[in-house]
């Protein structure tokens, strides 16, 4: 089986991957195909119809409507594989993070829960916005003598205080590509506001390191998780507040351990590579 799709047809795309593993999913300019095989379906209501005919033996153009509906006005249902739950249990995820708010968090985990029985996924990885950033200048900042400043070229141009003065020289940094946080919430310091934050790991010897990431990584490149489907890879994220428990929780969950970067208990990926560190083993903030 092979889909096209534009960025559009993600939650489509996602569904045809759960139901078939071995699907093919291929990016296209705009609009959306399935090949089955025999048949070739084309556009969105004869691509839902062989959807429905394969896996649940019913194609009626009422159920049509209902996933139509359900991509732009995604609702919170009972916790349940089927067509119409995973296109609303895809949107909602995608609002949440496009809005930085986790008012429907608990349908979310309950959805990855049942999915996760087939289909290895995580959706809390996504809840902050990690990308690869180079760090094009690095300055002092009048008034913080233990702070840089950093312009960053991630997917945009952000501005970053770091506390990295006291542990790494400029030269470590200027030039190179680390891991940042794009969608924090801005914070101000003496009237200086960083719009990010860089990934460090530290040792329990208090050793601190920048995440760096390999040069040929593009900038604005996100992560992915060894052995698991993304949910998305085309999207926008929110501003969100550090201080709310679940984005806080992303930061524990990111770890060293034998010089790799982990999240929980997966190796984390960019650029179909592993993420390493000098730091051994240690934390991240």
């Not at 067509?83 to 995608?94: A, D, E, K, P």
């Amino acid at each position: 089986m092979r889909l096209e799709f534009s960025s559009e047809f993600e939650d489509i795309a996602f569904v045809v991957k759960y139901f078939n593993r071995d699907a093919y999913l291929e990016r296209a300019d705009e609009g959306i195909r399935l090949f089955d095989g025999k048949d070739t379906h084309n556009g969105l209501d004869a691509v839902l119809k062989a959807l429905y005919t394969m896996h649940e033996q019913d194609s009626d153009e009422k159920r049509i409507r209902e996933a139509k509906r359900l991509r732009g006005c995604p609702e919170v249902r009972k916790i349940e594989i089927c067509i119409g739950t995973l296109i609303s249990f895809h949107n909602i995820y995608r609002m949440a993070i496009l809005q930085g708010s986790l008012k429907n968090k608990g349908f979310i985990d309950g959805m990855a829960e049942e999915i996760s029985k087939k289909m290895a996924i995580d959706v809390d990885i996504q809840l902050l916005d990690i990308q690869v950033g180079e760090i094009a200048s690095v300055d002092d900042v009048p008034g913080l003598d233990k702070l840089y400043a950093e312009e960053v070229n991630a997917k945009e141009k952000i501005h970053v205080l770091s506390g990295l003065k006291e542990h790494v020289r400029r030269e470590d940094l200027r030039g190179k590509k680390f891991l940042f946080v794009t969608n924090i919430k801005p914070i101000k310091f003496k009237g200086e506001t960083s719009e990010g934050m860089i990934l460090c790991a530290k040792d329990e010897n208090g050793r601190i390191e920048p995440i760096q990431v390999s040069y040929t990584a593009d900038n604005g490149a996100r992560l992915c998780l060894e052995n698991k489907e993304q949910i998305m890879s085309d999207f926008l994220s929110g501003k969100v507040d550090m201080k709310k428990s679940s984005y806080e929780n992303v930061i524990k969950s990111l770890r060293i351990v034998d010089h790799v970067l982990m999240f929980k208990d997966t190796k984390v990926l960019c650029n179909r590579e592993y993420i390493r560190t000098q730091v051994a083993n240690g934390s991240v903030s």
